[in-house]
């Protein structure tokens, strides 16, 4: 359409025919008498005036079919824009269908997911009251565990400190039975079973004659007996024991009786200072 052009109007019909006009007011002008009459001069200007008339008529037409080709033209792309926007509304149309498609394809994958996300909720809290619930129950289980760990420790040291006391008092009589070789072997055998209960984390420890009473480490047979100031250990009962570094039992022992008041003895170097001055 753009190519379209207005047709093309021949000129020299209008231009003969102004010629024809034209030559004919020449001819009456010359022909006429002078002065020049009323009907002359009508036929002279009537003449000239078609002559104009016909000379433009051909530049009238050919404005008026550019004109018209142009408001074709412009009428033509009014069409084709509203073609376009018919084309246009169409695609909006088509793409606003998928939009709604699309959108309730997405309504349906968020409620999916909120429903996957609820799901998963609640098996994560029904995971997490099962893993409490275990958890407690392990708990329970291992301080029971630990309870028994902790008994058949206790009895297991009381019976370990039986057998050492034992083992001391058997020591004991072999030395008071005056048999040095009774009592040799018989401190190998208390040495041999203190280095295995040793091993364990049970260490005894002895308490040794005219040692001073300390009521951190030592103790006396009758618990509730009260023990004098300054007073001195005779001899040793029962051995104590440590265990792991904590004091399991002080060690047991007899309190060393207070004798009479000693009289007083003179210093030999205060002597011996006398008897070499003059």
Same mark, same amino acid.
């Given at each position: 359409?753009? !190519?379209?052009?207005?047709?093309?109007? #021949?000129?020299?019909?209008?231009? #003969?025919?102004?010629?024809?006009?034209?030559?004919?007011?020449? @001819?009456?002008?010359?022909?006429?008498?002078?002065?020049?009459?009323?009907?002359?001069?009508?036929?002279?200007?009537?003449?000239?005036?078609?002559?104009?008339?016909?000379?433009?008529?051909?530049?009238?037409?050919?404005?008026?079919?550019?004109?018209?080709?142009?408001?074709?033209?412009?009428?033509?792309?009014?069409?084709?824009?509203?073609?376009?926007?018919?084309?246009?509304?169409?695609?909006?149309?088509?793409?606003?269908?998928?939009?709604?498609?699309?959108?309730?394809?997405?309504?349906?994958?968020?409620?999916?997911?909120?429903?996957?996300?609820?799901?998963?909720?609640?098996?994560?809290?029904? @995971?997490?009251?099962?893993?409490?619930?275990?958890?407690?129950?392990?708990?329970?289980?291992?301080?029971?565990?630990?309870?028994?760990?902790?008994?058949?420790?206790?009895?297991?040291?009381?019976?370990?400190?039986?057998?050492?006391?034992?083992?001391?008092?058997?020591?004991?009589?072999?030395?008071?039975?005056?048999?040095?070789?009774?009592?040799?072997?018989?401190?190998?055998?208390?040495? #041999?079973?203190?280095?295995?209960?040793?091993?364990?984390?049970?260490?005894? @420890?002895?308490?040794?004659?005219?040692?001073? @009473?300390? !009521?951190?480490?030592?103790?006396?047979?009758?618990?509730?007996?009260?023990?004098?100031?300054?007073?001195?250990?005779?001899?040793?009962?029962?051995?104590?024991?440590?265990?792991?570094?904590?004091?399991?039992?002080?060690?047991?022992?007899?309190?060393?009786?207070?004798?009479?008041?000693?009289?007083?003895?003179?210093?030999?170097?205060?002597?011996?200072?006398?008897?070499?001055?003059?």
């Amino acid at each position: 359409m753009s !190519d379209q052009r207005a047709p093309k109007i #021949a000129i020299w019909p209008f231009l #003969a025919a102004d010629s024809v006009l034209v030559g004919t007011a020449i @001819f009456i002008g010359m022909n006429a008498a002078i002065p020049l009459k009323a009907t002359a001069i009508i036929a002279l200007a009537a003449c000239i005036i078609a002559g104009a008339a016909i000379c433009i008529a051909p530049f009238i037409l050919a404005y008026r079919a550019e004109t018209k080709l142009a408001e074709y033209k412009t009428f033509s792309s009014t069409i084709q824009q509203v073609e376009n926007v018919r084309g246009v509304a169409n695609q909006i149309s088509f793409a606003t269908a998928q939009w709604q498609m699309v959108q309730e394809q997405a309504g349906q994958t968020i409620k999916a997911a909120r429903d996957i996300s609820e799901r998963m909720t609640a098996e994560a809290k029904a @995971f997490s009251e099962f893993m409490l619930k275990a958890n407690d129950t392990e708990k329970a289980h291992l301080r029971l565990e630990l309870e028994k760990l902790h008994r058949n420790e206790g009895e297991w040291l009381h019976t370990v400190m039986r057998v050492m006391d034992h083992v001391y008092a058997l020591y004991v009589a072999g030395v008071k039975s005056g048999q040095e070789n009774l009592r040799i072997q018989l401190g190998n055998f208390q040495n #041999a079973c203190r280095e295995a209960a040793r091993r364990l984390g049970l260490v005894p @420890f002895e308490a040794k004659a005219e040692e001073a @009473f300390d !009521d951190k480490r030592h103790q006396l047979a009758d618990a509730k007996a009260k023990v004098p100031s300054g007073a001195r250990i005779s001899e040793m009962l029962a051995t104590g024991f440590t265990f792991q570094g904590k004091i399991l039992r002080h060690a047991v022992v007899a309190l060393k009786t207070p004798s009479a008041a000693e009289p007083q003895q003179v210093d030999l170097l205060e002597e011996e200072e006398e008897e070499a001055a003059p």
